[in-house]
Nanobody
């Protein structure tokens, strides 16, 4: 079992930046792909970005390409999501998740460990 704890959310003006972090403990973090998802009120959870076990082959949702960067530090058991040029439509609860696979995957069904989420609010 792995525990994932997100941090770094908050309130920011449009055009601003936030850096989300995900601290993992328990199951060997470095063996598995990880991803960031978000869920806005009244909407389904959606993939934001994902990365392989080694930190390679990043995937980004079209809506965040060029603005968000996913990364991980396996030595520290942490993952990060750098979010720049934030827009009001980025407002959501953001979750990090760990997959049972090693390769990058965008399907939430392939992730079996989830954090509690951190709220991001972007004001216009």
């Amino acid at each position: 079992q792995v525990q994932l704890v997100e941090s770094g959310g908050g309130l920011v003006q449009a055009g601003g930046s936030l850096r989300l972090s995900c601290a993992a403990s328990g199951r060997t973090f470095s063996n598995y792909a990880m991803g960031w998802f978000r869920q806005a009120p009244g909407k389904e959870r959606e993939i934001v970005a994902a990365i392989s076990w080694s930190g390679g082959n990043p995937y980004y949702a079209q809506s965040v390409k060029g603005r968000f960067t996913i990364s991980r530090d396996n030595a520290k058991n942490t993952g990060n999501l750098q979010m720049n040029s934030l827009k009001p439509e980025d407002t959501a609860d953001y979750y990090c998740a760990l997959s049972r696979r090693i390769g990058t995957t965008s399907s939430p069904d392939l992730y079996d460990s989830w954090g509690q989420g951190t709220q991001v609010t972007v004001s216009s």
